[in-house]
């Protein structure tokens, strides 16, 4: 029977307000446990045109119909647009979401911010956005963050190192086939990462001759038995118009005896036995159906060793 989870990443002040509720809704109605990734800080999204000469980039805009699903206002916030700043807008929903029984994490500050330039960042550059996030939840949350993914699956060694620093429970920072210790340029990082195992959606979305419905028989044939399956989900796509869609997933895959987990008592699971955790290499890599290139887990198997988590 093979274990799912779900993370949810909220990118943006509008699938915070309006996406994000209707996804809680949705899985509280069907008892089905998720992990909300929220961006706590500037809404800059308007600034993603920057990506204009990634490889991919317009076609990926034009086959998902990102107009459509992120709205005009949203492509322009920070830009010809004010930056609407997400965690002071919408503390009350966000406790909202963790009170109804939700896990809750990190997703980034500045989505933009991070998703374009971390990997240049120096370190003190890497440590003040991501102790940004930490401040910014622990007001809205009154406590420290378990857990951060990062946006557009974009990490680095200093990244890792001060996830190290915060003491997270886990990240989910890349693509992957199963849960790791991350290392980068040779170093090892204490912080377990557990890796989306599923294409997402908007990767999916848009491909000739594809009907909903061979979406979710894609989802249900790459279905693994000997490992977590780890879908990521975005708020302004399966919260917002694909919601049917994504009920519909829900729906087969219950029906296919899917057993769906929370990320947090999975690491936690996890933590109990350290030294069975292979240690991978991160690399970056292409997706099929995303623009750039993304955090990867490396094809070599990994090797065990012994990390001391701190968990």
Not at 150 to 161: E, F, I, K, L, Y
Not at 237 to 255: N, S, T
Request: proline content about 6%; some cysteine.
């Amino acid at each position: 029977m093979p274990a799912l989870a779900l993370k949810i990443d909220i990118d943006t002040e509008r699938g915070t307000r309006q996406g994000a509720p209707a996804l809680a809704a949705l899985l509280r109605e069907t008892a089905t446990p998720a992990c909300f990734l929220f961006s706590l800080g500037p809404d800059n999204t308007g600034k993603a045109i920057r990506r204009i000469l990634r490889p991919g980039f317009l076609k990926k805009v034009s086959r998902t119909g990102v107009l459509g699903m992120y709205g005009l206002r949203t492509l322009l916030n920070g830009t010809l647009l004010p930056a609407p700043h997400i965690g002071r807008r919408h503390a009350p929903l966000m406790r909202a979401i963790r009170d109804a029984g939700f896990e809750t994490g990190i997703h980034c500050h500045d989505h933009c911010r991070w998703q374009d330039r971390v990997r240049a960042m120096p370190l003190e550059e890497v440590r003040a956005e991501f102790a940004a996030a930490r401040a910014e939840y622990r007001r809205i949350f009154a406590a420290d963050a378990p857990a951060a993914g990062a946006p557009g699956w974009q990490t680095c060694a200093h990244a890792r190192r001060v996830y190290d620093e915060a003491r997270l429970l886990y990240s989910s920072d890349t693509r992957g086939r199963a849960p790791f210790f991350p290392r980068i340029d040779g170093l090892a990082s204490r912080t377990l990462e557990i890796p989306t195992t599923l294409p997402t959606l908007d990767e999916l979305l848009g491909r000739p001759g594809w009907s909903d419905g061979e979406i979710i028989a894609h989802y249900l044939r790459h279905l693994r038995d000997d490992t977590l399956n780890v879908l990521t989900l975005h708020a302004e796509i399966e919260g917002m118009a694909k919601l049917p869609l994504f009920r519909a997933l829900l729906a087969a895959c219950r029906a296919r005896g899917v057993r769906f987990v929370r990320l947090d008592e999975h690491a936690r699971a996890l933590h109990r036995s350290p030294a069975a955790i292979p240690v991978s290499d991160i690399v970056m890599a292409p997706i099929a159906g995303r623009s750039g290139l993304v955090a990867t887990q490396s094809e070599d198997g990994g090797t065990t060793a012994s990390v001391t988590t701190g968990q």
